[in-house]
């Protein structure tokens, strides 16, 4: 296994454009610690992010996880671009007659992007805990590791999408086209869908109802909107008449979908491979 993996390290790291995008990710993540030096000051309105509460535990969790998987689109090129490479390069076909398996292929991507999504949610920890502990109102130890499924559920997120644009690239084998197929799944086509059973039934949880096991749709149920659960903006909801009590709790189902996802597109790679003439 850490051959394989060991392999997949090296062909990524020797190729220039993977190693700026994974270092620009990794870097982008820790520019979440300048939300808390962020400070504006116009006349009355005075705005200091740390100030808000954003880095106050148990809630850093929350807000980390779900500003830091908006940046996942950067290794998604990269993914995408490790498979396509293998094929433009004919290094699939190389390692074919090397003795590589086509199991062993898949095997590797997959450990590939387990180790990116650990990675990137080890990372977010460190950085989190550091931000937690400077800004913090709370220092206790309960609070300070409560709420840790965030954790959990940024990196099965990661997970599921990293295994959905290997599917993708194994499917189409050209980055760019693979690329903008996954931009106009997200965009689009699970968007569409869901507006055709809201048409259907005319109400909004019937088409959550069905919409919550399609593929983007489970992932981006893991980690739900944290901005409704600061105190500023309760305040600004309660002076307004409104309603923002919501259900921010992650659930094992929502996890269990995205698992049995991930399962899916690696073994629908999995066949790919196996009946593609390489």
Known sequence: MLRLLNIEFIKLWNNRASKFLILAYFILLGFISLFASIKFNFGFFKFHAAEMGIFNFPYIWHFNTYIAAELKFFLAIVIVSMVANEYSNKTIKQNLIDGLSKKEFIISKFVTVAVFALLSTLYLFVLSLILGLIFSSYTEASIIFSDLEYLLAFFVKLLGFFSFCLFVGILIKRSAFALGFILLWYMMVEGIA????????????????????????????????????????????????????????????????????????????????????L
């Open 194 to 277: 869901r507006l055709v059973l809201f048409l259907m039934d005319s109400t909004k949880e019937y088409a959550d109802t069905i919409t919550q096991f399609f593929p983007l749709k489970s992932m981006s149920n893991l980690i739900d909107q944290p901005l409704s659960r600061l105190g500023a903006v309760k305040e600004i909801a309660s002076v307004a008449g409104e309603d923002l009590s919501y259900d921010y709790a992650v659930h094992w189902y929502e996890i269990a979908i995205v698992l049995v996802w991930t399962a899916i597109f690696m073994f629908f790679s999995y066949r790919l491979l196996l009946k593609r003439d």
